[in-house]
């Protein structure tokens, strides 16, 4: 009881973590699975036809563009609730237990798209220091598969391509980046459900106020 009642005081991000339900509520929240079920399926057809440092490459900037925007509408949804706020209303959402719900949901949403970000930085950073290593002859041999070479006019032109173990760390990093990245649209696409609630809320609150 003291634990809530301090919660209530001072709503920590943990602090409404453990109330909204903790990992086992967020595992079974369709999103994340949804989420989780995407990225496996493109990570592995990715994996499979050897191109997954490409995707990244070209769908990391993507992604990050994308969270961003996803912190926007998260912002944007949070304004509109604060906008629609009264202290008469918001007394009455804390003594349904409701509004620290609402607040967790938009503060886990900025995190995952920050995560998100993150993740699809180190990414593509990763990505690119071994590009970088495969342009040194004494590191291609060590990091990278060597393809025949191609002899166009008087040039020999040698394709380097990422080994087993590349592609594999690549794969990962690829799961990693996109599911936070999907994972981020799907929670404010709920976000954005939840603020249309807010207000519908709202309203039935003070007409049935107003008929008492």
Known sequence: MADKKKCDDYPTFMCMFREFGGIRRILKEIDFRLAVI????????TYYFRITSIIIEKGAPLFITVSGTMIAIAIAGLAIISSLSDPEFLKALKQAEIF???MFMFYYSTVISGLSILSNLFAYLILQIFSNKSTD????????LIAPQKVVGNATITT???SNDQQILFAA??????GLMLYSVFAV???VGTTMRYGIYREMYYELKDKK
């Open 173 to 178: 990093l690829l799961f990693l980046s996109l």
């Open 189 to 191: 696409i709920l976000l």
């Open 137 to 144: 002859v004494a590191f291609s041999a060590n990091y990278y």
């Open 100 to 102: 620290n719900r609402i």
């Open 38 to 45: 995407l990225a496996f399926i493109i990570t592995a057809t």
């Open 160 to 162: 380097i391509v990422p």
